[in-house]
């Protein structure tokens, strides 16, 4: 799977950023996608996903309320919706998509195969 995530910016505490992912080289219906981090001297970490098939989405704690993560499967297209922004969700974001995938080791980095390329998000306080 080919992964473009796109919708970085600069946004201001508290505001409000929408994140793309579009995939291509595998039916979408058929991907959990999900969205990771990193800051700066940071390790990558679990934001969000949605399984494939319809599934269940997961979220981490310190976005849960905040984030939302969606799918358009027929625009190949996954989104994410982070509102109440803080100073500390600065990071390059990065969707990942899986084929194969059980829910308790979505949020792990190893399961994912593919990876795109990365949209900063930059948060001023």
């Known amino acids: 799977v080919q992964l473009q995530a796109s919708g970085g910016g600069l946004v201001q505490a508290g505001g409000s950023l929408s994140l793309s992912c579009t995939a291509s080289?595998?039916?979408?219906?058929?991907?959990?996608i999900g969205w990771f981090r990193q800051a700066p001297s940071k390790e990558r970490e679990f934001v969000a996903a949605?399984?494939?098939?319809?599934?269940?989405?997961f979220y981490a704690d310190s976005v849960k309320g905040r984030f939302t993560i969606s799918r358009d499967n027929a625009r190949s297209t996954a989104y994410l919706q982070m509102n109440s922004l803080k100073p500390e969700d600065t990071a390059i974001y990065y969707c990942a998509a899986a084929t194969r995938m059980i829910n308790s080791a979505i949020s792990y980095t190893q399961s994912y195969d593919d990876w795109g390329q990365g949209t900063l998000v930059t948060v001023s306080s």
């Open positions: 949605s399984k494939q098939y319809g599934g269940a989405t």
């Open positions: 080289g595998r039916p979408f219906n058929g991907v959990t």
